[in-house]
């Protein structure tokens, strides 16, 4: 890369897009397009990172919280730079960045954790005027069945609005949600935080042995809506109503909109599927899926 000024900046719910182009080992893992979608909406959750001529080349992550007996707080989460961009100020500049960001949200304090044996993190940290404390670490799974995940992405040609109306219409969502030549039937429907629905796919008769989760080719869905924040986002809890071990536990559905050129990115993302539902099929199922919606609304708006 070239000796150009690193830039550094905030990224804002829209800027999701920078974070197609990073540089090697900057993160733990590939930025997954949906989770930092998600990450951004989420205005208790800030990014700063380094760009060098687009490129990131270094980020700084952080999540604003409040207590009920405390002023508000900024836990730093995670600090990373590209090995061909250390010992060049970049971590202390996002740092300082993150710090000013914090105050700016009234946070009266910022907190961070590290390796003992990361020597390079501690000396920039003290550099900062902070000093170590002792300090116990304990971590406990909360997805014990280690369950897979899946999702599905597609432009859609109408605004979120638009979109959004037909993840809360049950009318809607009958029509476009059971995939490959299913139909659906709603049984019950709130679309209220708290509130859900109850539906029932059913597989076309032409199936041969088409299985069923519930019953004879019928897969039968009770859905707890988790969030509901118009017109963006959408977390439901899904359980199948089966017999089947393979199809038991809750799975998480997070629909996302964003708006972009020519239309909204409607993105579908489940975590914690059951074992007997192949992430690749579901992905299938949910791309389907998503074909319908497209052609419902945008044969609406034409």
Same mark, same amino acid.
């Given at each position: ?21 990073? !540089?090697?080992? #900057?993160?733990?893992?590939? /930025? =997954? $397009? ?5 990450? *951004?909406?989420? &205005? ?115 605004? !979120?609005?638009? #979109?959004?109306?037909?993840? /809360? =219409? $049950? ?5 476009? *949600?059971?995939? &490959? ?122």
């Amino acid at each position: 890369m070239d000796a150009a000024p690193v830039e550094i900046r905030l990224l804002a719910p829209h800027d999701h897009a920078v974070l197609d182009r990073v !540089a090697d080992d #900057v993160f733990d893992e590939t /930025v =997954d $397009p949906r989770r930092a979608r998600e990450f *951004l909406a989420d &205005d208790r959750h800030h990014l700063v990172v380094a760009l060098d001529a687009g490129v990131v080349v270094g980020f700084a992550s952080a999540v604003d919280y409040v207590h009920p007996d405390k002023a508000p707080q900024l836990w730093i989460n995670e600090v990373g730079v590209a090995p061909t961009h250390r010992r060049r100020g970049v971590g202390r500049r996002l740092m300082d960045a993150l710090l000013a960001h914090g105050r700016s949200l009234g946070c009266a304090e910022a907190w961070l954790g590290t390796e003992e044996d990361n020597v390079p993190a501690r000396a920039l940290y003290e550099s900062m005027g902070s000093a170590a404390e002792p300090f116990v670490l304990y971590a406990f799974p909360t997805a014990p069945r280690g369950g897979a995940a899946s999702g599905a992405s597609r432009l859609v040609h109408a605004d !979120a609005e638009t #979109v959004w109306r037909a993840f /809360v =219409d $049950p009318d809607a969502l009958v029509a476009w *949600l059971p995939p &490959d030549g299913m139909t659906g039937r709603m049984h019950a429907f709130d679309a209220r935080a708290g509130g859900g629905y109850e539906m029932s796919l059913f597989y076309p008769d032409d199936v041969p042995d088409a299985p069923g989760k519930t019953a004879a080719r019928e897969d039968r869905v009770r859905v707890r809506f988790v969030a509901v924040e118009p017109p963006r986002r959408l977390v439901e809890a899904v359980r199948f109503v089966s017999d089947d071990p393979a199809f038991g536990g809750e799975m998480t559905l997070t629909v996302t909109l964003e708006p972009a050129s020519g239309g909204t990115v409607v993105t579908l993302g489940f975590d914690d599927l059951p074992p007997g539902l192949r992430p690749e099929d579901n992905d299938a199922g949910a791309r389907a899926s998503l074909a319908q919606l497209a052609r419902r609304v945008e044969a609406a708006g034409a």
